[in-house]
């Protein structure tokens, strides 16, 4: 069968999409990956087939000339919040308001959406796998009568937070059901000719790469995926071909921070000095300029080691705790292999993946704003002494480790596809 599988330009949505483009390549099938130019080069280094389509997208951009300061593209919005009195109806309603227009449509301009769908008309795929952000993937199936199903990245809040949505819409009198997503949608669907359904916005099922343990109930078919790591080309380098002598850490502040906010939410020194008198091996993923000015700005304890990039799938076996953003692939890697995590969390579903984590003793967390060195520390020393982290993150690898991995899902998928494929016309 033939599978287009799209992402908006982000490198980090886009990996987590890789291990099953390829499980579905060495099965046979023909697979496309459809997203805006920028993406193009991270698409053809993964050995994948590229389709570019529409133009890049300004989200960040227009983040910034409509706001004094960086920010998150959500700063107002905690997707951990369940507390009914909290989510209510002029929440749930200004939440989409802001998100539409300034995150949503953005990520799904025009011109990606319209050559998307070109493309997906002209070559006929059987099914359309899209990230949980683009909603130009559905509209493209709906377009071309292909299946379509969403790949998730981490916890599905996107539909609890619709679950939610909707049934405080339904209260409303009819006078007053908003709905900016529907519309934004119902709109774009008209201009191709085409009707707007909350199929579209969900899927007709998803793909979960979470572990069994932190799955949000959201009333959705599934299929569940084990988490296979992927970021990119990856060198082992020779220092991580031994075996650390003391306990080995890692810190990591991934790169979405510095591309939405402009920078990381925290201090590289702080945090380092935090740990400089500690009987372990601080491994720091520093960019150059952050490396830099780190080490001008510091002295380097003996305990700590730069590194501008490491392949986390072959870091973490030698970990012994990760501290690290709430990022989807770094938390999924560190899960994957067993190892107690502290987040330092702020954007997106990263407190509610800190929140999870903590209720099962799989790590600890502690918000930015809220950080000191002490407090630091403190959470590290407990992740590192107490066995308890030590034996939540490994009851939380088995989870992962029993869930079907990509290539064992494709035949599910070709089953799913067989039902839900739009018949084609005859002639």
Same mark, same amino acid.
């Given at each position: 069968?033939?599978?287009?599988?799209?992402?908006?330009?982000?490198?980090?949505?886009?990996?987590?999409?890789?291990?099953?483009?390829?499980?579905?390549?060495?099965?046979?099938?023909?697979?496309?990956?459809?997203?805006?130019?920028?993406?193009?080069?991270?698409?053809?280094?993964?050995?994948?087939?590229?389709?570019?389509?529409?133009?890049?997208?300004?989200?960040?951009?227009?983040?910034?000339?409509?706001?004094?300061?960086?920010?998150?593209?959500?700063?107002?919005?905690?997707?951990?919040?369940?507390?009914?009195?909290?989510?209510?109806?002029?929440?749930?309603?200004?939440?989409?308001?802001?998100?539409?227009?300034?995150?949503?449509?953005?990520?799904?301009?025009?011109?990606?959406?319209?050559?998307?769908?070109?493309?997906?008309?002209?070559?006929?795929?059987?099914?359309?796998?899209?990230?949980?952000?683009?909603?130009?993937?559905?509209?493209?199936?709906?377009?071309?009568?292909?299946?379509?199903?969403?790949?998730?990245?981490?916890?599905?809040?996107?539909?609890?937070?619709?679950?939610?949505?909707?049934?405080?819409?339904?209260?409303?009198?009819?006078?007053?059901?908003?709905?900016?997503?529907?519309?934004?949608?119902?709109?774009?669907?008209?201009?191709?000719?085409?009707?707007?359904?909350?199929?579209?916005?969900?899927?007709?099922?998803?793909?979960?790469?979470?572990?069994?343990?932190?799955?949000?109930?959201?009333?959705?078919?599934?299929?569940?995926?084990?988490?296979?790591?992927?970021? =990119?080309?990856? $060198?082992? /380098?020779?220092? *991580?071909? @031994?075996?650390?002598? #003391?306990?080995?850490?890692?810190?990591? !502040?991934?790169?979405?921070?510095?591309?939405?906010?402009?920078?990381?939410?925290?201090?590289?020194?702080?945090?380092?000095?935090?740990?400089?008198?500690?009987?372990?091996?601080?491994?720091?993923?520093?960019?150059?300029?952050?490396?830099?000015?780190?080490?001008?700005?510091?002295?380097?304890?003996?305990?700590?080691?730069?590194?501008?990039?490491?392949?986390?799938?072959?870091?973490?076996?030698?970990?012994?705790?990760?501290?690290?953003?709430?990022?989807?692939?770094?938390?999924?890697?560190?899960?994957?292999?067993?190892?107690?995590?502290?987040?330092?969390?702020?954007?997106?579903?990263?407190?509610?993946?800190?929140?999870?984590?903590?209720?099962?003793?799989? =790590?600890?967390? $502690?918000? /930015?704003?809220? *950080?000191? @060195?002490?407090?630091? #520390?403190?959470?590290?020393?407990?992740? !590192?002494?107490?066995?308890?982290?030590?034996?939540?993150?490994?009851?939380?690898?088995?989870?992962?480790?029993?869930?079907?991995?990509?290539?064992?899902?494709?035949?599910?998928?070709?089953?799913?596809?067989?039902?839900?494929?739009?018949?084609?016309?005859?002639?």
């Amino acid at each position: 069968m033939r599978v287009l599988m799209t992402s908006f330009a982000h490198n980090t949505h886009f990996f987590s999409m890789v291990p099953l483009a390829w499980a579905l390549r060495t099965a046979g099938h023909e697979v496309r990956i459809a997203s805006q130019p920028a993406l193009t080069d991270a698409i053809t280094h993964a050995g994948l087939t590229a389709v570019p389509v529409g133009e890049d997208h300004v989200i960040h951009q227009t983040r910034e000339q409509n706001t004094s300061q960086k920010q998150a593209d959500h700063p107002e919005i905690n997707f951990s919040e369940t507390r009914p009195d909290i989510l209510t109806w002029d929440y749930m309603l200004g939440m989409y308001t802001m998100m539409t227009p300034m995150f949503y449509s953005l990520a799904n301009n025009d011109s990606m959406v319209d050559e998307l769908v070109a493309f997906a008309r002209a070559w006929q795929p059987d099914l359309v796998i899209w990230e949980p952000f683009t909603w130009a993937g559905s509209i493209a199936a709906k377009a071309s009568g292909a299946a379509h199903a969403r790949l998730l990245w981490g916890p599905d809040v996107l539909t609890r937070t619709r679950n939610r949505f909707l049934e405080l819409h339904d209260q409303q009198p009819p006078a007053h059901q908003d709905d900016p997503l529907a519309e934004w949608l119902g709109w774009t669907m008209e201009r191709l000719g085409l009707s707007f359904d909350e199929e579209l916005v969900s899927g007709q099922w998803t793909i979960d790469q979470t572990p069994a343990s932190t799955r949000l109930p959201v009333g959705q078919p599934i299929v569940p995926m084990g988490y296979v790591p992927y970021n =990119g080309p990856a $060198v082992v /380098p020779d220092w *991580l071909r @031994a075996k650390p002598e #003391r306990p080995r850490v890692c810190i990591t !502040l991934g790169v979405s921070a510095r591309e939405s906010l402009g920078g990381d939410s925290v201090s590289f020194t702080d945090l380092v000095q935090a740990m400089a008198d500690l009987d372990i091996e601080v491994i720091a993923t520093m960019n150059a300029a952050q490396q830099a000015e780190f080490t001008a700005s510091t002295t380097v304890p003996d305990n700590l080691k730069l590194v501008e990039f490491v392949p986390l799938h072959a870091l973490m076996p030698t970990c012994s705790a990760i501290i690290h953003h709430g990022g989807a692939g770094t938390a999924a890697t560190a899960m994957l292999y067993g190892v107690p995590q502290l987040l330092l969390p702020e954007m997106f579903d990263a407190v509610l993946k800190a929140q999870q984590l903590e209720s099962i003793d799989a =790590g600890l967390y $502690v918000r /930015p704003a809220e *950080l000191t @060195a002490q407090a630091l #520390r403190d959470k590290l020393v407990r992740l !590192l002494t107490d066995p308890a982290f030590a034996a939540g993150a490994a009851k939380l690898r088995g989870e992962v480790l029993a869930d079907p991995k990509p290539n064992e899902i494709v035949p599910e998928l070709e089953r799913l596809v067989a039902r839900h494929r739009a018949p084609v016309p005859t002639a």
